[in-house]
């Protein structure tokens, strides 16, 4: 069966302190990891995609990687407005998969 | 480009009624997939719909049901609600399916089962 574990469940960091969400996966061939944010009240909005180990992306303050069993979520110099709940999410390379989501973390950004 | 639109946004029920949301997917998207978002679980795939063809399944009762109309427009159905449904209802639209994973959330129906 397909996992997602994120760690960790919630994360508080002052506007500027720089860190990683974590996203462990298993999953019986990977098509693709993907990243997504949501906002209270709010459905998840698109990140990233992922494909294979090594690969990285990056948009503005976020840069996300990718490795056999794990992928991360770097945060650098973040600011109040990158409080969110950040999810991720994998699909097997098997046919019409749906994708696996993890519960997320919760992140916190103090001016 | 509207987004994805989902109605109702808020709805209260009482425990044996049923209920249908709405989903209006982004103009052009064929693929509707719906997921159960709660805290303790997170988010659940319940299914996907492909030009009105259900091409995908989660690991829910058969009181879940969905369908999809040939505008795109589709709708999902609970049937004999109970205190364990009360959830955050999330409709996604994509051009291809799940196949990209690239996915256009609405902003959910928040059910609450009394």
């Known amino acids: 069966e397909d996992q997602v574990t994120q760690s960790p469940e919630a994360l508080r960091l002052q506007e500027g302190e720089s860190s990683s969400l974590n996203c462990s996966y298993t999953?019986?061939?990977?098509?693709?990891l993907f990243w997504y944010r949501q906002d209270p009240g709010k459905g998840p909005e698109f990140l990233f995609t992922?494909?294979?180990a090594g690969e990285e992306k990056e948009k503005e303050r976020l840069k996300a990687t990718l490795t056999k069993k794990e992928s991360f979520l770097h945060i650098t110099a973040p600011k109040p407005e990158d409080s969110a709940t950040y999810l991720c999410?994998?699909?097997?390379?098997?046919?019409?998969?749906?994708?696996?989501f993890g519960k997320g973390t919760r992140l916190s950004v103090i001016a | 480009k509207a987004g994805v639109t989902q109605t109702p946004r808020y709805l209260i029920k009482t425990r044996g009624q049923q209920v249908t949301l709405s989903c209006s997917p982004i103009?052009?998207?064929?693929?509707v997939s719906w997921y159960q978002q709660t805290p303790g679980q997170g988010l659940q795939f319940l299914f996907e719909?492909?030009?009105?063809?259900?091409?995908n399944k989660g690991n829910f009762p058969g009181r879940f049901s969905g369908r999809q109309f040939s505008n795109s427009r589709s709708e999902m159905n609970v049937s004999t609600l109970e205190l364990g449904d009360s959830a955050l209802y999330l409709c996604?639209?994509?051009?291809?399916?799940?196949?990209?994973?690239?996915?256009?959330f609405g902003e959910g129906s928040r059910l609450t089962v009394l």
């Open positions: 996604a639209s994509s051009s291809q399916g799940t196949n990209t994973g690239e996915l256009f």
């Open positions: 999953v019986s061939g990977l098509r693709g």
């Open positions: 992922l494909y294979s």
């Open positions: 999410a994998v699909q097997a390379n098997s046919g019409n998969t749906p994708l696996v």
């Open positions: 103009s052009g998207h064929r693929s």
């Open positions: 719909y492909f030009s009105e063809t259900q091409r």
